[in-house]
């Protein structure tokens, strides 16, 4: 049985969304289904071990390159991919780079080290159903689109939006392979639909992806404030409360959610779907307009398929 013990981890608990008719039996009762949700997914799904040991190490901020170098020897694959993702145009805007060094010293090391924890999560989930493509293509959308958005208007580059983004419905992705929900019996579109399914998983399950994945990342080691926003993505108006930074990358990722799954559907840009879009309150939580939509949506659609090919090809 996975611990549920930490206060990162209680504090998630304390998100645990209920009805109002829903009383301290059905709370307990949820929170055990989470809980052996999240052992499972323990037991089954490690995170990869050269991918934790890199990310440990670039969180201390006092590596040696020797000591990258060291442990990118023991992956070479990994190696491989993230400097593929590195010299992708939605990362790469000189000249490539040939080794996880120079990738270090021109796009830092945060951004490094999201691009490891995507590639490493994403690998993980190379062998999903039919279903489980779709949402990992949705994932890798959602991360390719959220990074335009956030950097190609008003707030530069918002660290660890990348990473926010593909892991936003990793709950999901482990729910399926833990068999805890069977997302087969849904239509496609209401997969990875935003703002749907998490209430048909809650009434079946008493907890949602967004928790679950939450959880999951936590136990991998991934850094706050992702497993935050993870959490809280189908939460906003509490995301909003929580301040600035959660709540602008929650904001961001619901603006792309809701993009990607349009995307999917029809790649020209909709008036009418932007019109719905902007009456979700995270276009101006995070002071994105309709305007501003139109003119990256070419941009996103580029950096959407980049994303899907590298992610989920
Ligand atoms: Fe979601
Ligand atoms: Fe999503």
């Known amino acids: ?44 799904k490690p995170f990869p071990v050269v991918a934790g040991e890199l990310l440990r190490l670039l969180q201390t901020r006092e590596f040696r390159m020797a000591q990258v170098q060291q442990l990118m020897e023991r992956d070479a694959a990994l190696a491989t991919r993230v400097i593929a993702v590195c010299n992708s145009p939605m990362f790469c805007t000189q000249r490539p780079c040939d080794s996880l060094d120079e990738a270090l010293v021109r796009l830092g090391t945060r951004t490094v080290e999201e691009i490891v924890a995507a590639v490493a999560a994403a690998g993980m989930f190379g062998d999903v159903p039919p279903i489980g493509k779709r949402v990992l293509a949705h994932c890798a959308g ?8 956030a950097t190609m208007w008003r707030h530069g580059a918002v660290p660890q939006v990348f990473l926010c983004g593909l892991l936003h419905d990793v709950g999901k992705l482990l729910s399926l392979q833990c068999e805890e929900f069977d997302y087969a019996s849904l ?23 967004a928790l679950l994945g939450a959880h999951a990342l936590r136990l991998w080691h991934i850094a706050e404030p992702v497993p935050e926003v993870v959490a809280y993505h189908h939460q906003p108006g509490r995301a909003y409360e929580r301040g600035t930074e959660i709540g602008l990358l929650v904001a961001l990722v619901r603006i792309a ?4 799954g349009q995307m999917w559907v029809d790649e020209e840009l909709d008036e009418a779907f932007l019109e719905r879009l902007m009456r979700d309150g995270a276009p101006g939580f995070a002071d994105i307009s309709a305007g501003d939509i139109r003119g990256t949506w070419e941009g996103m659609l580029l950096a959407r398929r980049y994303a899907i090919a590298l992610f989920a090809g």
Do not use: C, F, P, T
């Not at 209401?190 to 998983?201: F, K």
């Not at 959610?257 to 990607?260: N, P």
């Open 1 to 44: 049985m996975a611990h549920i013990s930490n206060h990162h981890e209680d504090s998630l608990l304390e998100l645990m969304w209920l009805g109002e008719d829903d009383g301290d039996e059905a709370q307990r009762k949820a929170q055990d289904s989470l809980a052996a949700a999240v052992a499972k997914v323990s037991g089954l």
């Open 142 to 149: 959602v991360a390719a689109i959220v990074r335009v958005l």
């Open 187 to 209: 239509d496609e579109s209401e997969v990875v639909g935003a703002d749907q399914v998490y209430l048909v998983e809650r009434a079946q399950l008493g907890y949602d992806h």
């Open 257 to 260: 959610d809701a993009i990607e």
